[in-house]
């Protein structure tokens, strides 16, 4: 991430994006990073978005996380709405920093997802060998009421 003079920093000698201590996510060409959210207790998945420099930014200043809307076009913070805000207890990044993890704690209803599940992911696929054509979804943790995130 660029400093307040909007300087990147740079891999001191002999170092490379996997051994380095610096902190230096790669967003891709649109701008943004991948990030994943899973629950501090139980390490259940909650799940998936996309952040910005800007999210980014304000998720390590606030400890609450902020993500980019791709279909609005906009900053958000998980739960400005709903009351369900992502605490974060800790940051990590993968092995070549272009992807976000969050651990956090949900506070609120303690849901995650807009519709009201805990989870993002609350629909597993079901398949038969050899049948991808006539896969399906199967509730696993339905939504219990309609939210905004």
């Known amino acids: 991430m660029t400093d307040e003079n909007n300087t990147p920093p ?7 994006i996997e051994t380095t201590r610096a902190f230096l996510p790669r ?7 991948p ?22 930014r304000k998720t390590l200043d606030t400890s609450v996380a902020h993500f980019w809307s791709r279909s609005r076009g906009k900053l958000w913070m998980k739960g400005e709405e709903s ?4 605490r974060v207890r800790e940051i990590r990044t993968d092995c070549d920093q272009d992807v976000i ?4 704690d949900i506070e609120g209803e303690g849901v995650a997802c807009h519709t009201g599940a805990r989870s993002c992911f609350y629909r597993r ?3 038969a060998p050899g049948a ?10 339905p939504p219990q009421r309609s939210r905004s995130g």
Do not use: C, K, P, Y
């Not at 967003?27 to 990073?33: E, H, N, R, T």
């Open 10 to 16: 740079v891999l001191g000698a002999g170092e490379t």
């Open 27 to 33: 967003f891709g060409a649109d701008g943004l990073i």
């Open 35 to 56: 990030a994943i959210v899973t629950d501090a207790t139980s390490g259940e998945v909650l799940m998936f978005a996309h952040m910005n420099e800007e999210a980014l």
């Open 83 to 86: 009351g369900n805000r992502l």
């Open 101 to 104: 993890w969050l651990t956090v």
């Open 125 to 127: 696929i079901t398949i």
């Open 132 to 141: 991808s054509a006539s896969a399906s979804l199967e509730n696993v943790a």
